[in-house]
């Protein structure tokens, strides 16, 4: 099946430290989503990518889809200490007629603070 | 706000219950998914359904069935417990359609013993 590489697995932040993951994909995504998970919860939605290129911010949250379809990255600046927890990316394909794919889901980076 | 909610945040189950696990949205999602959720492992789709009554088999389906009577309501059926069984469930719905971003439940944290 499909799979999305994620990296880094995880990584140590100090408060104001700017951040930078990525997913990489042997298959084109239609779509790249970015959600965050706290310890206990659910995964939530942070940012959704659409088109090849496509640049989007939520806040001190940078997304990008990129050029070939096949990768995307997260950056957060400034991080702070509630910016730990573990973040996937997801990609989702369209199937032949165009509905939709499943969302196929990166193995999460883990961010924790530098002790 | 997308609200989707499940029955129990933790349950803990003996191997060979029958276990239901809830999961309701109140957006009138038309599609409804659970996953599980291990170390190393990400989020695994078990299930999903496009429709009522209607449902597909994600990539382990194995020792799990659902049921989805309502629209807003999709449930997730051990129909007998396994220790390797024990995991966090997350449930999640969307809109159809190619541009939509699924939605996730709080998780509910199962240990069978």
């Known amino acids: 099946g499909q799979q999305l590489n994620q990296s880094p697995q995880s990584m140590f932040i100090q408060e104001g430290e700017d951040v930078s993951m990525n997913c990489t994909s042997s298959s084109i995504f239609n779509t790249w989503l970015w959600y965050k998970q706290d310890p206990g919860e659910g995964p939530v939605l942070l940012i959704a990518l659409y088109k090849a290129g496509e640049l989007t911010s939520n806040g001190r949250l940078t997304a990008q889809f990129g050029i070939t379809r096949k990768d995307s990255f997260l950056n957060i600046s400034a991080s702070i200490p509630s910016d730990v927890g573990i973040y996937f990316c997801a990609g989702q394909y369209l199937n032949y007629g165009g509905s939709q794919g499943n969302l196929i889901f990166g193995k999460g980076t883990k961010l924790s603070v530098k002790p | 706000d997308v609200k989707v909610t499940q029955s129990s945040r933790y349950l803990v189950k003996r191997t060979g219950e029958k276990v239901f696990l809830e999961c309701v949205q109140d957006?009138?999602?038309?599609?409804m998914f659970w996953y599980r959720q291990d170390p190393g492992l990400g989020l695994r789709l078990i299930y999903f359904?496009?429709?009522?009554?209607?449902?597909e088999k994600g990539d382990i389906p194995e020792g799990y069935s659902v049921s989805r009577e309502k629209k807003e309501r999709f449930s997730l059926i051990l129909e007998s417990a396994s220790t390797n069984q024990t995991s966090m469930y997350l449930c999640a719905s969307s809109d159809p359609g190619p541009l939509s971003e699924q939605y996730f439940g709080p998780g509910t944290r199962l240990t069978v013993t």
């Open positions: 957006m009138d999602h038309e599609n």
């Open positions: 359904s496009y429709d009522v009554k209607m449902k």
